[in-house]
Nanobody, 121 residues
Framework: QVQLVESGGGLVQPGGSLRLSCVAS????????MGWYRQAPGKERELVAR???????NYADSVKGRFTFSKDNAKNTVYLQMNSLKPEDTAVYYC???????????????WGQGTLVTVSS
């Protein structure tokens, strides 16, 4: 079974920084795509950033130049470095994985439980 556990959320002032982490646990051989979505109160869930196994990374226009997505394959961990945070970045951030191949089988899609990021003075 694959589990995704996020950490690093919290309260930060506008202009501040946070780094989110997401650890994928389980007997994982490979994951095709990993990324972050977020959902603000009263809004639909939206893609923040994702990385494909080839290394290609893409970002939502609203976070380009401010957020950096990175991956540590050895640790099955992805990170989202968030700088110059704005109040509109306030949301629950979810880690997700697509196409996980594990010793137990194939998991087409896995989601973490989410971590809350609040940007406020």
């Amino acid at each position: 079974q694959v589990q995704l556990v996020e950490s690093g959320g919290g309260l930060v002032q506008p202009g501040g920084s946070l780094r989110l982490s997401c650890v994928a646990s389980g007997s994982i051989f490979s994951i095709n795509i990993m990324g972050w979505y977020r959902q603000a109160p009263g809004k639909e869930r939206e893609l923040v950033a994702r990385i494909i196994s080839s290394g290609y990374t893409n970002y939502a226009d609203s976070v380009k130049g401010r957020f950096t997505f990175s991956k540590d394959n050895a640790k099955n961990t992805v990170y989202l470095q968030m700088n110059s945070l704005k109040p509109e970045d306030t949301a629950v951030y979810y880690c997700y994985a697509v196409g996980a191949i594990t010793a137990e089988g194939f998991y087409p899609e896995v989601w973490g439980q989410g971590t809350l990021v609040t940007v406020s003075s």
